[in-house]
């Protein structure tokens, strides 16, 4: 379920508290509908998915050692994926890792956002962030990474959509440099730079990394996210926006 979507489930309530119902409960109708019930729901299916599904499409023998690497995914959403990192946590090697990373994609539990760069020799190469489809899935107090997540999945859909309905070219990312200059995603159509979009949840500043290739890239768009503003405005070629009402906007 998608910002939008909401909507349709809870139409008298407003888009602030619909917005944090989804950070709270996620994306799946049970669970946002009964928030009381919500984490249950999510730790239910996450360990019946990996329990059940993992053995129906893999000889995996211990369904646990997943189990464990979803735990530790929880606790690095919006982060790149370390491979060497996590089978040293798990005592497996980082070829098993990717192997169990590659299930949990299949079983649409994460999806992994590659690094935009022009050369897309390079964005194969350098490492992915992890999201889970279900962004209440992620271990933040500051719900930060919840909300990151619930950004990345309804621009993943969107997108999607796009490209089954017009048959364009568009792809996901996100963007790092070597001076760790960071923008939290790239849209791009046919390979160029569509959208700049940064998240935030209070400070309404502009990003001086978003500002900087802003200038760079010259992107059709660039955009800064935040969930608790009181007004849209504009600053060179920069729109600031209200986050919810952005992501309703999607459709």
């Not at 539990?109 to 962004?135: A, G, H, M, N, W």
């Not at 996100?174 to 935030?200: A, G, P, Q």
Request: proline content about 4%; aromatic content about 8%; some cysteine.
């Amino acid at each position: 379920m998608d910002v939008a979507e909401s909507k349709r489930f809870l139409p008298e309530v407003d888009l602030a508290d619909r917005v944090q119902r989804l950070l709270l409960t996620g994306g799946f109708p049970e669970a946002f509908l009964n928030p009381d019930e919500a984490q249950r729901l999510l730790n239910d299916r996450l360990d019946l998915v990996v329990r059940d599904d993992s053995r129906d499409l893999t000889r995996i023998s211990s369904w646990r050692g997943v189990a464990d690497l979803v735990e530790l995914l929880r606790d690095r959403v919006g982060n790149p994926v370390k491979y060497d990192t996590l089978a040293r946590d798990l005592r497996i090697s980082p070829p098993t890792v990717r192997s169990w990373i590659e299930l949990l994609e299949k079983l649409y539990i994460v999806f992994l956002l590659p690094p935009y760069s022009s050369r897309l020799s390079r964005s194969i190469r350098k490492e992915k962030r992890v999201f889970f489809f279900d962004c209440a899935a992620a271990y933040d107090d500051t719900q930060g990474a919840q909300l990151e997540n619930l950004v990345a999945c309804c621009l993943l859909k969107h997108i999607q959509f796009r490209k089954d309905t017009t048959g364009e070219n568009w792809d996901l990312f996100y963007l790092r440099d070597k001076e760790k200059r960071e923008v939290d995603f790239v849209v791009t159509l046919n390979r160029r730079v569509y959208s700049l979009i940064e998240v935030k949840k209070s400070d309404g500043a502009i990003s001086n990394s978003l500002r900087y290739y802003t200038d760079r890239l010259k992107p059709k768009e660039s955009i800064q996210l935040v969930l608790q503003l009181d007004r849209a405005r504009e600053k060179d070629g920069i729109k600031t926006l209200p986050l919810g009402k952005w992501l309703e906007s999607l459709g």
